[in-house]
């Protein structure tokens, strides 16, 4: 298990706490097992570069990333330090510490001991050697006999969006570049407009942070959960829409989603967190509810919600596999400012937005070209089975190249839609 860069950065940080040369950057607790970090966000009116980003920069001029003279890039540097922070195995954060709305707000990490990441290791190999089975053969032992070891040997506490930090969220990746256990094509996802049930607009999101989604009114730069960190998209313009009646009344719908929401996807699932005035109503294979039984439920505000689960969607994909349970959705549904009691009814509501995760479409589409293969007596079926053999093993590997199981206590769960 390769741990040397992992090994430097525990020094390191020890080292720098030792010095007591960085101001917020101190001890937790007694028996010095976590530490508390600065996370000033640059935004702050009381924000010093010189003093909240100095931990930061040390980290890159000790990484050679940055020298005297270089152009100052406080955003940059607290980036690669987070980043390795969360893919370094010696350390996790400990969210429930972490205070990040206060005037000097820092996060606290705990350090690991060997022993427990050990323990991780060989309860992550043995989660990334779950098999999925195409006609007997295990796709996971095809792409993990030599590299499992090393995908295996990473994890990551995830971080999430708060009021204090536009960064604040599951990261498994230094944007520049994009790290090696972190496959980005888990951050692509399709996202389909409908107004009265006719589609609209489709926008492909590919950015490693996600994106905002809201009407075209500019927020500006610099604003808490700007375009400056993440990707903009748009609601159409309700002037788009034919009948007079339901544009007015979609146009005064669009006025109560200003603030819009956030969306982020990553090997885990989707993410969401609702931050305009509208309510919001959901259907997908999320942390709550059923594939099979539908039951959408709303969205609470400034609430951070796991509405699609990568490893619930695999769960039913081996089950439709084996003819077991109907083909699970890789799209979750959202309804805007109209309660949704069933997906039946969905293209009578003004606006729906669809997102679909494309790497599990593009899985999903694999297992029905195996599954259609038997009836088909075509001189390419030798072809297309490698094919989707290889599509398979593709976007597997990159699952358990994945940094690791994330701990329930992250996540808040949503609340289940009431009379």
Known sequence: MSTSGGRRLKQ????????????????????????????????KQDYNQEVDASIFKAWAVFKGKFKEGDKAEPATWKT???????????????????????????????????????????????????????????????VLNRDLEESCSIQASPEYWSQGSINAFPLHQDPLPLGMFFSPAFSHIMINFYYGGKLMQNTMVTHPEGCRISPQQHLGRGALYSSDSMQTVHFPSAELIEFDRQRHVTRKLLGHLERGVLVRANQEGIFIKRLCQSRIFWSGLGEVGSQYSPMPCKLERDAVVKIFDTGRFLQALQLYQEGQFPAPDPTVTLCFGEELHDLSNAKSKLIIVQITVVNCQHLLEAVNMRRSQPYCNNSNLEMSDDAATDQMAR????????SGPQRPACYRDNMPITA
């Open 395 to 402: 976007i597997y590997q990159d699952l358990c190249s994945y």
């Open 12 to 43: 390191w940080l020890m080292e720098q706490i030792q010095s007591a040369q960085y101001s917020g950057l101190q001890w937790e607790d007694e028996s010095r097992t976590m530490f508390r970090i600065p996370w000033k966000h640059a935004g």
């Open 80 to 142: 690669r330090l987070r980043c390795a922070l969360n893919k370094s195995p010696d350390f996790e954060e400990v969210t429930e510490r972490s205070q990040l709305d206060i005037s000097e707000p820092y996060k606290v990490y705990r350090i690991v001991p060997e022993e427990e990441q050990k323990r991780e290791f060989g309860f992550l190999c043995l989660m990334c050697s779950f098999p999925v089975k195409i006609h007997n053969t295990s796709i996971i032992q095809l």
